[in-house]
């Protein structure tokens, strides 16, 4: 059975920083496509990052552009664990915070609907 469960949330100050961990109990880990989603108050769920598998050792990282420069995802295969760190945190980022796993390449990173396997979120607060 697949669980991701994800951690790190909690409130902070604008400009702050903060690590998300997701660990991910996937057989063949390494292969899956891996993604950060967040859900504020009143908004819908939308995609925050995501590492791609590209074969091999291969991983390609995108993010939405609201957190470029600012959120770096990566991830630890031997742990079986994928993180977020959130540099300069602005009060915009408040939101519970999900962790996604995606099965199969060709799916689209930036679309909920194409994860497999979602954790039960982390909230993260940022006051101004």
């Known amino acids: 059975q697949v669980q991701l469960e994800e951690s790190g949330g909690g409130l902070v100050q604008a400009g702050d920083n903060l690590r998300l961990s997701c660990l991910a109990s996937?057989?063949?880990?390494?292969?899956?496509?891996m993604g950060w989603f967040r859900q504020a108050p009143g908004k819908e769920r939308e995609f925050v990052a995501a590492?791609?598998?590209?074969?091999?050792?291969?991983?390609?990282?995108y993010y939405t552009d609201s957190v470029k420069g600012r959120f770096t995802a990566s991830r630890d295969n031997a742990k079986n664990m994928v993180y977020l760190q959130m540099n300069n945190l602005k009060t915009d980022d408040t939101a519970v915070y999900y962790c996604?796993?995606?099965?199969?390449?060709?799916?689209?990173?930036?679309?909920?609907?194409?994860?497999?396997?979602w954790g039960q979120g982390t909230q993260v607060t940022v006051s101004s």
């Open positions: 996937i057989t063949a880990f390494a292969s899956f496509h």
């Open positions: 590492l791609n598998w590209g074969g091999g050792s291969i991983y390609y990282a």
């Open positions: 996604a796993a995606r099965r199969e390449s060709g799916t689209k990173y930036y679309r909920r609907e194409d994860y497999n396997y």
